[in-house]
């Protein structure tokens, strides 16, 4: 028996169409994982593997929590589930008020999903019905901008701009995109970049080609996660801001990786000091160990849908999920949330980020890496292509640091990096180390 294998048929393997995964290469070379603990993967071949990247950006307190596993104990022990529509349980309003704590004034309106991608399709919902909720029906057009990543539904694949997530799936909702912020006299810059404000400023365009009675929102991710780790230029934010304020249209700030800590705050829109209208998240809301998201509204917004919303018995917005709050979900959310305050979580990711941004800077002059860039605790490495095989290094570097140990994500032309909260300055140490031997050995063609 092959113990790569965890005691799978290769018949196993092959039947789950795994997501986002090059299946055909996977099941020639699994990696598989069978126990967490803390800042670390136990692989099915025993070894004890660094996670690099918080599982997938959303298990920043560490894993296997045991207040965390105790909590949803109780709740399923307690109350499995309750439906979310006309009845309730106490724990989703007792989640929702804490939520508005870490959500910049104003936001306290709080609607529950299960995922990123709900997330994104439930604002983008919201920010259309409530134009026409104010007689404004014609502001449906959505933008977004390129490499911006808002999950896999249409919704999602509309306003996002990679293309690879994108292409396959023929028409989808009515979107334009602003450009991405990767200037080239921003490389290798230290934290958020000086150079790119004046990029918010097609904005005005796209109002003037689509005129502002027909636009809804903008949705950003304050810091752009999947497609590489970009943190905005300076001002580009306040100014995106200033020009939906000046033409009535909704800015939603897509924080599924951002909120609760990856910025070393409670939220991007808190470390850039900008106020969207509409607030998505996911991820690190349930350390991973339940899927949920949370999607915080401006109070007017909410108050617009109560206003305009008929008798009382009828519904104001006929969206929502069977899962929608779900009481287990609402558990490990409240004892994530209190793990994180408890243990001064963010404080500890935003001292970490330093001590990521001094050693993953010393990177710079290594072969193949054309840029690096850091935001709180995540940095993305661009990866110079080889002719002919656009995106064959990234993955190759992710492969080398899973044989020696760490667990990295690659994507697109970047290898991207997010450890956990908790970790030491010398895990951090270990991981760039092993990061630079890989590139090394990759250069090298080895
Ligand atoms: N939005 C952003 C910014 C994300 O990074 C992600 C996932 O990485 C999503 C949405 C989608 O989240 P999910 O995979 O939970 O649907």
Request: with cysteine; glycine share 10%.
């Amino acid at each position: 028996m092959n113990d790569k294998l965890a005691g799978l048929s290769q018949a196993q393997l092959d039947t789950h169409w795994m997501p986002y995964t090059g299946n055909r290469q996977f099941k020639r070379d699994p990696r598989i994982i069978t126990a967490a603990k803390g800042c670390y993967y136990t692989s099915a071949d025993g070894r004890q593997i660094f996670d690099g990247l918080s599982g997938l950006w959303n298990c920043g307190a560490g894993h296997n929590r045991r207040e965390i596993a105790e909590a949803i104990k109780q709740q399923l022990i307690t109350l499995d589930y309750a439906p979310a529509f006309q009845f309730a349980h106490p724990k989703s309003f007792e989640l929702a008020e804490r939520i508005t704590h870490f959500m910049p004034a104003g936001l306290n309106r709080i609607f529950f999903t299960n995922s990123g991608s709900e997330s994104t399709e439930t604002s983008l919902k919201i920010a259309r019905a409530y134009w026409r909720k104010r007689g404004l029906p014609g502001k449906t057009k959505l933008i977004g901008r390129i490499n911006g990543y808002h999950g896999v539904n249409f919704g999602g694949i509309s306003v996002g701009g990679i293309g690879a997530n994108r292409s396959l799936f023929g028409p989808a909702l009515d979107a334009d995109h602003l450009s991405h912020t990767l200037l080239p006299e921003n490389r290798f810059c230290q934290g958020q970049p000086q150079q790119g404000a004046h990029l918010a400023n097609e904005l005005l365009e796209l109002i003037a080609l689509h005129d502002p009675n027909n636009i809804a929102a903008v949705i950003v991710e304050p810091m752009a996660g999947s497609a590489g780790v970009l943190p905005p230029p300076e001002g580009y934010l306040q100014r995106l801001r200033e020009i939906c304020d000046q033409h009535q249209i909704l800015l939603i700030f897509d924080e599924v990786i951002t909120a609760f800590g990856r910025m070393g705050t409670a939220s991007g829109a808190e470390l850039f000091g900008v106020v969207p209208d509409i607030l998505n998240t996911a991820k690190q809301l349930t350390n991973g160990n339940i899927p949920m998201g949370a999607v915080a509204v401006r109070q007017g917004i909410y108050d617009t849908f109560m206003e305009q919303g008929g008798p009382d018995y009828q519904l104001e917005l006929a969206h929502g999920y069977t899962y929608s709050a779900h009481p287990v979900a609402c558990a490990a959310a409240l004892a994530t949330i209190s793990i994180l305050e408890q243990e001064n979580l963010f404080q500890r990711a935003s001292e970490l980020a330093y001590v990521l941004e001094e050693t993953i800077h010393q990177l710079r002059g290594l072969a193949l890496i054309s840029d690096i860039r850091n935001c709180g605790l995540a940095a993305g490495l661009t990866i110079e292509s080889a002719p002919g095989e656009p995106l064959l290094r990234p993955f190759r570097i992710a492969m080398k640091m899973w044989n020696k140990g760490f667990y990295i994500r690659y994507g697109g032309d970047t290898v991207q990096l997010g450890m956990p909260f908790i970790s030491t300055s010398e895990e951090i140490d270990g991981l760039v180390n092993a990061l630079a031997e890989s590139i090394l050995e990759v250069a090298n063609g080895q």
